[in-house]
């Protein structure tokens, strides 16, 4: 065996023996228990949310959604005071994303905590901030 092939296996048997060796430990077997960020569930948002909503302009205004969820997708129905339609997002654990399929597209971008949503959205390039609040848990 050459030098090469002496290092690597040695290589190969000290990531080996740590593995076996955290995993046998109590901190590793919680370490081992905890999910991976990736395999989080995202928090339920399905349900009716009204939005209090800052616009560019500095003016208030009350937008509704009603959200459907299916995993990680979210459909649902976007109804503001001149305009409604339906809407697509996702949500990623805590943060949501959704666009309105209206005449004047809306892009609400988030985070959730419990039955709150605090965020920014865009409407036609400008920036407009919102506070969300579900009012029911079922559209």
């Not at 690597?8 to 080996?16: M, N, P």
């Not at 920014?120 to 029911?136: D, L, P, Q, W």
Request: charged share 20%; with cysteine; glycine share 12%.
């Amino acid at each position: 065996m050459n030098f090469f092939e002496r290092r690597t296996l040695i290589r190969f048997a000290f990531v080996l023996l740590c593995g076996v060796v955290a995993g046998a430990s109590p901190a590793g077997r919680a370490l081992a228990q905890e999910p991976m960020p990736s395999q989080q569930q995202p928090d339920n948002v399905q349900g009716t949310w009204e939005i209090e909503a800052k616009n560019y302009n500095g003016s208030f205004d009350t937008k509704s959604v009603q959200l459907k969820q299916d995993g990680n997708n979210l459909t649902g129905h976007f109804k503001g005071p001149n305009q409604s339609g339906g809407l697509e997002g996702t949500i990623n654990i805590h943060h949501i994303v959704f666009r309105t399929k209206t005449r004047h597209p809306l892009t609400f971008r988030g985070k959730v905590t419990g039955d709150t949503i605090d965020g920014f959205f865009n409407i036609e390039g400008k920036r407009g901030e919102f506070h969300a609040v579900r009012t029911s848990p079922n559209p």
